[in-house]
C-alpha cells in the first residue's frame, strides 16, 4: 500500500575550543543513533538544535500550481468560518461555475456547509449543487446569481451557537437546490460544458487572521505533482528541513511548499543566545 511516513530526528551540534561533536538522537531523545568528531576552533560554545524531516517516500510525488494565499485586512464575522476564496464573477446569471484548487488537508472536507456571498450586498446566494469535492478541488455550480462582481465562498463556516466547550463546530451541509433547477442546467450529468454557464474567476484564498493562515504548511501538494516530484529522486528517503518560522504541521501529506522547490544539500540558521533552534 503507497503512504507517507514523516518522522522527526533531532540533531545537537556543540562547539568549543577542543572539539565540535555532532550527534543525532531518536524521536525520544535518548538514544544516539549517529555521533560525529570534528575539530572546530572557536572561542565559545553553542548549541544548536533543529529538526530534519525524514520521509519514506513510498508514494509517487509532484509539481505544482500557483495560488495566492492572503490574509484579510479587516476579520469578517467569525460564524462565516476561518477561511474563503474571493471570487469574481463576470455577470449575473442563474448560476456560475466555481473549480476551486482549495489544497485542504482536513478530513472529509465534504461534510462542511458552502456559502456563497456578495460582497458588496451580503446577499446569499440560495443554491449550491455540488459536482466534486475532495482534498485536492472543489467544483460546485451555485446560482441564481444577480450582479456581477467579487463574492466570497465561505467553505469552513460555523455553527451559530457555542457547544458547551465554548466551541462553535462546523455547520452542517446546505439543503440541496431543487429538481428543476439541476434539470434546466443539465448539472446532474456533470461538469457544465453549456455556453449559459459563466466561469467564476478565483483571485485569492483568505485566512480570517494571520493565526488561522494553513499557509505555507498545511497546504498540500497534489497526487499528480508529488509523482512529477518523486520522479525526480532514485532514494528511498528524502530530507526536507524547515527552521522555526514554519512549523512542520502534517504528518501524512506534503505541503506544496516542498515539491515546489529542489531538495536543498545544506541548512542555515542563526540561532539566538540561550536559544533551543527548531
Same mark, same amino acid.
Not at 458547551?164 to 429538481?179: C, H, L, M, V
Given at each position: 500500500?503507497?503512504? $507517507?511516513?514523516?518522522?522527526? @530526528?533531532?540533531?545537537?551540534?556543540?562547539?568549543?575550543?577542543?572539539?565540535? @561533536?555532532?550527534?543525532?538522537?531518536?524521536?525520544?531523545?535518548?538514544?544516539?543513533?549517529?555521533?560525529?568528531?570534528?575539530? $572546530?576552533?572557536?572561542?565559545?560554545?553553542?548549541?544548536? @538544535?533543529?529538526?530534519?524531516?525524514?520521509?519514506?517516500?513510498?508514494?509517487?510525488?509532484?509539481?505544482?500550481?500557483?495560488?495566492?494565499?492572503?490574509?484579510?485586512?479587516?476579520?469578517?464575522?467569525?460564524?462565516?468560518?476561518?477561511?474563503?476564496?474571493?471570487?469574481? $464573477?463576470?455577470?449575473?446569471?442563474?448560476?456560475?461555475?466555481?473549480?476551486?484548487?482549495?489544497?485542504?488537508?482536513?478530513?472529509?472536507?465534504?461534510?462542511?456547509?458552502?456559502?456563497?456571498?456578495?460582497?458588496?450586498?451580503?446577499?446569499?446566494?440560495?443554491?449550491?449543487?455540488?459536482?466534486?469535492?475532495?482534498?485536492?478541488?472543489?467544483?460546485?455550480?451555485?446560482?441564481?446569481?444577480?450582479?456581477?462582481?467579487?463574492?466570497?465562498?465561505?467553505?469552513?463556516?460555523?455553527?451559530?451557537?457555542?457547544?458547551?466547550?465554548?466551541?462553535?463546530?462546523?455547520?452542517? @451541509?446546505?439543503?440541496?437546490?431543487?429538481?428543476?433547477?439541476?434539470?434546466?442546467?443539465?448539472?446532474?450529468?456533470?461538469?457544465?460544458?453549456?455556453?449559459?454557464?459563466?466561469?467564476?474567476?478565483?483571485?485569492?484564498?483568505?485566512?480570517?487572521?494571520?493565526?488561522?493562515?494553513?499557509?505555507?504548511?498545511?497546504?498540500?501538494?497534489?497526487?499528480?505533482?508529488?509523482?512529477?516530484?518523486?520522479?525526480?529522486?532514485?532514494?528511498?528517503?528524502?530530507?526536507?528541513?524547515?527552521?522555526?518560522?514554519?512549523?512542520?504541521?502534517?504528518?501524512?501529506?506534503?505541503?506544496?511548499?516542498?515539491?515546489?522547490?529542489?531538495?536543498?544539500?545544506?541548512?542555515?540558521?542563526?540561532?539566538?543566545?540561550?536559544?533551543?533552534?527548531?
Amino acid at each position: 500500500m503507497e503512504r $507517507i511516513s514523516i518522522f522527526f @530526528i533531532k540533531c545537537t551540534v556543540y562547539r568549543s575550543n577542543e572539539r565540535g @561533536i555532532f550527534k543525532c538522537f531518536d524521536k525520544s531523545g535518548l538514544t544516539s543513533i549517529y555521533q560525529s568528531n570534528n575539530w $572546530i576552533k572557536s572561542a565559545q560554545r553553542v548549541s544548536l @538544535i533543529f529538526l530534519l524531516t525524514f520521509l519514506i517516500l513510498l508514494l509517487p510525488f509532484a509539481k505544482t500550481l500557483g495560488q495566492v494565499y492572503s490574509v484579510a485586512e479587516t476579520p469578517w464575522p467569525e460564524e462565516y468560518g476561518n477561511h474563503r476564496a474571493v471570487l469574481d $464573477i463576470p455577470k449575473g446569471g442563474d448560476a456560475v461555475y466555481i473549480d476551486l484548487l482549495w489544497r485542504r488537508h482536513d478530513k472529509v472536507p465534504g461534510n462542511k456547509r458552502f456559502l456563497v456571498i456578495e460582497a458588496e450586498t451580503g446577499d446569499t446566494i440560495p443554491y449550491i449543487y455540488r459536482l466534486e469535492v475532495n482534498n485536492e478541488r472543489c467544483k460546485i455550480v451555485a446560482g441564481p446569481v444577480k450582479n456581477s462582481g467579487l463574492y466570497y465562498f465561505y467553505y469552513l463556516p460555523s455553527n451559530a451557537v457555542k457547544g458547551k466547550n465554548g466551541a462553535r463546530g462546523y455547520a452542517p @451541509i446546505e439543503t440541496a437546490p431543487n429538481n428543476q433547477w439541476i434539470t434546466t442546467h443539465k448539472l446532474d450529468q456533470g461538469v457544465p460544458n453549456n455556453r449559459h454557464i459563466d466561469k467564476a474567476t478565483i483571485k485569492e484564498i483568505q485566512s480570517r487572521t494571520e493565526f488561522d493562515s494553513f499557509y505555507p504548511m498545511e497546504v498540500i501538494a497534489t497526487q499528480a505533482e508529488e509523482e512529477i516530484f518523486l520522479s525526480r529522486y532514485k532514494s528511498d528517503y528524502l530530507v526536507f528541513t524547515e527552521d522555526r518560522t514554519l512549523p512542520i504541521r502534517m504528518l501524512d501529506a506534503l505541503p506544496l511548499r516542498w515539491v515546489q522547490k529542489p531538495l536543498d544539500n545544506e541548512f542555515i540558521g542563526k540561532a539566538k543566545k540561550n536559544e533551543y533552534y527548531a
